[in-house]
């Protein structure tokens, strides 16, 4: 597959969409990132030929014995049986969460069921996620690098203003896997 697929360069298109218009926002919590996302999307796809929409949200938590679900999927590949990306969201994302959900997609590729894995998360910039990711290994076990070759894993990351307090100054990140494990 060349990279980076459709989906994924929708998702990023999104996402900066999102922090670009940050400064309006008063607050933004998981589900309102979710009702966004899927929003969005939607809308870049009604521009598309397809009178499908390849996306899908899982809001409900998966019950014992259910596979677990990515918050969002785009891009169904009907000849892999896969979706082309999966998503996993944070808002005010700690260290922890955000390498359990590294970890949920990286499953999800090593099973096959998306081809790449996008996290997307906020949290406070005085918690300092990016340095606390890098000091705990979680960088590095995931392999992930800062600038996108088209077939690393990477991060980037951004500062954004979120209404007019300044405790809404927050860090943004939308982080890729693309490949099962580095580490």
């Known amino acids: ?3 980076p697929p459709e989906y994924q360069i929708q998702m990023r298109e ?3 969409n999102l922090l670009n218009g940050s400064e309006d926002l008063v607050t933004i919590g998981e589900d309102d990132l979710r009702r966004y996302l899927f929003s969005s999307c939607t809308d870049i796809l009604r521009g598309s030929e ?3 929409f390849e996306i899908h949200s899982d809001i409900q938590p998966a019950e014992e014995g259910k596979r677990e679900r990515a918050d969002l999927v785009l891009g169904f590949d009907a000849n892999e049986h896969n979706w082309n990306v999966g998503v ?8 922890p969460a955000v390498k359990e ?3 949920k997609l990286r499953t999800f590729i090593e099973k096959k069921e998306i081809e790449v894995g996008v996290f ?3 949290v406070h910039h005085s918690y300092e996620l990016k340095e606390k990711l890098r000091d ?3 960088l590095d076990h995931f392999g992930i690098g800062e600038s996108d070759n088209r077939i690393n894993n990477f991060a980037e990351w951004r500062e954004i203003k979120m209404g007019v307090l300044p405790e809404k100054d927050l860090d943004a990140v939308f982080l890729v896997l693309r490949s099962k494990s580095h580490g």
């Open 1 to 3: 597959m060349d990279y």
């Open 136 to 138: 705990s290994g979680v």
């Open 120 to 122: 997307l998360g906020l």
């Open 14 to 16: 999104v996402w900066n």
């Open 101 to 103: 959900d590294l970890e």
């Open 88 to 95: 996993e969201i944070k808002a005010y994302a700690d260290c």
């Open 50 to 52: 397809s009178h499908l």
